[in-house]
């Protein structure tokens, strides 16, 4: 995704390049639409199906990159196997498994991937001496007389329908396989699709800036809020310390992982809905995981001394929220401070570069916007 120099040069491009008259009378667009565009002019069709339906769009732009393929609902019919379903040989998941027969036999899988990448390959098969192939490579899965999780290895796919080719070995058996690849940040609208309303100005303003990463170019607008750390009521194994040769901890204290890592889980509350940008105060010699939700975890470095770093900007509905910090040993967070960004209509649409009024969004300017994203090589 795009971060230093290139968010700036991103910013400058939409504010320079999508200044458009005032909207045309025409058919309203829906988010759906919106969508669909998104996903084809983003060339990330590929990873739909023949027939696809609202729930492959979203799947794309989710951005999420695990994937489980069960065994029986991947199977292709002419693979000499059966499909079992007794629990002899431990649990198992879905509705089945694929059970191999008396002598060596070959099972022919597919099944679609969304979103191209380097992914963590494991399976769950019973036996030794399963050959997989998956991507180009050979893969060797050696289970147990239970069924045993194996970890293959990594293997670079495209988005799109796969094939996978496993050679199992007398009475061997395959529960599913999973693909793991780092999430993609989503986009999407602030708040999420609502697919059936009318397509917004504000609604393309906030999909491309999620795009290119750049929610957190938008300008502050609050006063911040303010959350310390010693007083989550997860620690995870910190301490709360006082030491103040690191710097001065507000409030006089702060948390420590000793020689474990510690993982904190600090809830935070907001009362109104916006972006917010998250800044964490710390210290260490190795950086942090930090999660907010279900979003994708980010990683955040810490100087030698109790300092401030940005996380980054995420969209908060008004509520209860958590935040999962990840402190490798020695490690610290002192404080944790939410700064509203300004996010209404004007402020995305200015910063977009759509200049020309609020309302409903036009055709043209959808495909303006997706020519300029293209261009920028936004998602991914």
Same mark, same amino acid.
């Given at each position: 995704?795009?971060?230093?120099?290139?968010?700036?040069?991103?910013?400058?491009?939409?504010?320079?390049?999508?200044?458009?008259?005032?909207?045309?009378?025409?058919?309203?667009?829906?988010?759906?639409?919106?969508?669909?565009?998104?996903?084809?002019?983003?060339?990330?069709?590929?990873?739909?199906?023949?027939?696809?339906?609202?729930?492959?769009?979203? %799947?794309?732009?989710?951005?999420?990159?695990?994937?489980?393929?069960?065994?029986?609902?991947?199977?292709?019919?002419?693979?000499?196997?059966?499909?079992?379903?007794?629990?002899?040989?431990?649990?198992?998941?879905?509705?089945?498994?694929?059970?191999?027969?008396?002598?060596?036999?070959?099972?022919?899988?597919?099944?679609?991937?969304?979103? %191209?990448?380097?992914?963590?390959?494991?399976?769950?098969?019973?036996?030794?001496?399963?050959?997989?192939?998956?991507?180009?490579?050979?893969?060797?899965?050696?289970?147990?007389?239970?069924?045993?999780?194996?970890?293959?290895?990594? =293997?670079?796919?495209?988005?799109?329908?796969?094939?996978?080719?496993?050679?199992?070995?007398?009475?061997?058996?395959?529960?599913?396989?999973?693909?793991?690849?780092?999430?993609?940040?989503?986009?999407?609208?602030?708040?999420?699709?609502?697919?059936?309303?009318?397509?917004?100005?504000?609604?393309?303003?906030?999909?491309?800036?999620?795009?290119? #990463?750049?929610?957190?170019?938008?300008?502050?607008?609050?006063?911040?809020?303010?959350?310390?750390?010693?007083?989550?009521?997860?620690?995870?194994?910190?301490?709360?310390?006082?030491?103040?040769?690191?710097?001065?901890?507000?409030?006089?204290?702060?948390?420590?992982?000793?020689?474990?890592?510690?993982?904190?889980?600090?809830?935070?509350?907001?009362?109104?809905?916006? =972006?917010? %940008?998250?800044?964490?105060?710390?210290?260490?010699?190795?950086?942090?995981? =930090?999660?907010?939700?279900?979003?994708?975890?980010?990683?955040?470095?810490?100087?030698?001394?109790?300092?401030?770093?940005?996380?980054?900007?995420?969209?908060?509905?008004?509520?209860?929220?958590?935040?999962?910090?990840?402190?490798?040993?020695?490690?610290?967070?002192?404080?944790? %401070?939410?700064?509203?960004?300004?996010? #209404?209509?004007?402020?995305?649409?200015?910063?977009?570069?759509?200049?020309?009024?609020?309302?409903?969004?036009?055709?043209?300017?959808? #495909? #303006?916007?997706?020519?300029?994203?293209?261009?920028?090589?936004?998602?991914?």
């Amino acid at each position: 995704m795009w971060r230093g120099w290139s968010r700036h040069f991103a910013a400058v491009m939409l504010s320079l390049v999508l200044v458009v008259p005032e909207p045309a009378l025409g058919a309203h667009l829906t988010q759906r639409d919106w969508m669909k565009s998104l996903v084809a002019g983003l060339g990330l069709s590929f990873g739909l199906p023949d027939e696809p339906e609202d729930a492959d769009y979203l %799947r794309i732009l989710s951005g999420r990159r695990t994937l489980r393929i069960e065994a029986e609902e991947a199977l292709n019919p002419e693979s000499l196997v059966s499909i079992k379903d007794f629990p002899h040989f431990g649990p198992f998941s879905g509705s089945g498994w694929v059970s191999g027969i008396a002598m060596p036999t070959t099972a022919h899988l597919s099944f679609l991937l969304p979103l %191209r990448g380097t992914y963590e390959v494991s399976v769950v098969v019973r036996l030794a001496e399963h050959v997989i192939h998956l991507g180009g490579q050979e893969f060797v899965a050696a289970g147990g007389h239970e069924f045993t999780r194996v970890e293959l290895g990594s =293997v670079d796919l495209e988005a799109g329908l796969q094939e996978v080719i496993v050679h199992l070995p007398p009475n061997g058996a395959i529960d599913f396989f999973e693909l793991r690849a780092a999430d993609f940040t989503a986009v999407e609208p602030l708040g999420g699709w609502r697919l059936d309303r009318l397509l917004m100005r504000e609604d393309l303003a906030a999909t491309a800036l999620r795009a290119l #990463d750049l929610l957190d170019s938008l300008p502050a607008a609050d006063s911040d809020l303010l959350f310390e750390a010693e007083d989550a009521p997860e620690q995870g194994g910190a301490s709360v310390v006082s030491i103040r040769y690191l710097g001065a901890p507000s409030g006089g204290r702060w948390l420590r992982a000793t020689t474990a890592p510690a993982e904190v889980i600090l809830p935070i509350r907001v009362d109104r809905p916006g =972006v917010y %940008r998250l800044n964490l105060t710390g210290v260490g010699n190795q950086p942090s995981g =930090v999660q907010v939700n279900d979003e994708p975890p980010r990683k955040v470095a810490w100087p030698s001394f109790l300092a401030e770093a940005s996380v980054g900007s995420f969209f908060l509905d008004a509520g209860e929220h958590r935040v999962r910090v990840d402190l490798p040993p020695g490690s610290g967070l002192d404080v944790l %401070r939410l700064q509203k960004l300004s996010s #209404d209509a004007e402020a995305l649409t200015r910063l977009c570069g759509l200049v020309g009024g609020f309302g409903p969004a036009q055709a043209g300017e959808v #495909d #303006d916007l997706l020519a300029l994203l293209a261009g920028l090589g936004a998602f991914f």
